[in-house]
């Protein structure tokens, strides 16, 4: 594939966004979706991290300039193909862990919401919804996929601020579940993701799907 790689170790997926920020297009989603019907097929326990091979970038969000220079017509059926993306994660039949390696930004941070677990570099990144400083506001979707985060009051400010978070403070305020420094951050996914992939898969769907029964109503 050309901007995602997969590759199943130990049990785990880890599927690897290598495309340097790693923005968001249609042809990008579309190896998200055969990613994701590659590991449906295997009925195994498992797990998915969802990483980068970027230092810096994690997942810079929606390609503005690409989008610019599609028709305007195609803009009803871009916004689809985002909420389609994201709820299909967010209900994906598998633990989930967002491994983020850098900055998370928009169209980037409503994935990284999307997953069961997120957990950040401590050093470098930010976690942000700029959508208010560029004028891109949320769908309806992503609203609700935002709600999955914990922390209401600090969602609140940054999704009407564009207040950018660091690792440290991300993992303070329970927008991911933990941060590490660059050398132990893929090894403390990892053993999460082995501690998940023991769960019954089944079982783990049917909860998760509990939990996240607001977003049902999308399907």
Not at 10 to 20: E, S
Not at 153 to 177: F, N, Y
Request: net charge negative; proline share 3%; with cysteine.
């Amino acid at each position: 594939m050309k901007f995602l790689d997969c590759e199943k170790q130990d049990g785990i997926y880890i599927v690897t966004m290598k495309d340097g920020q790693n923005r968001i297009r249609s042809e990008v989603m579309a190896e998200h979706h055969q990613i994701m019907d590659q590991i449906a097929k295997d009925r195994d326990n498992t797990a998915v991290i969802l990483t980068s091979s970027d230092e810096k970038f994690w997942c810079n969000g929606i390609d503005v300039d690409w989008l610019m220079q599609q028709p305007s017509e195609y803009f009803p059926e871009f916004t689809n193909l985002c909420d389609e993306l994201i709820l299909r994660w967010s209900l994906f039949d598998a633990p989930t862990i967002a491994c983020i390696t850098g900055h998370c930004y928009g169209g980037g941070a409503v994935v990284a919401a999307c997953m069961d677990f997120r957990i950040m570099r401590e050093d470098r990144g930010f976690y942000c919804f700029p959508e208010v400083d560029v004028h891109i506001p949320f769908t309806e979707v992503m609203h609700d996929v935002i709600e999955l985060l914990p922390n209401k009051a600090i969602v609140h400010e940054m999704i009407l601020t564009g207040r950018r978070v660091g690792g440290q403070e991300a993992s303070s305020k329970d927008l991911v579940h933990a941060c590490y420094n660059q050398e132990e951050l893929f090894s403390k996914a990892m053993e999460l993701a082995t501690h998940l992939k023991s769960k019954d898969r089944a079982t783990y769907s049917k909860i998760k799907t509990g939990l996240k029964k607001h977003l049902l109503k999308w399907r």
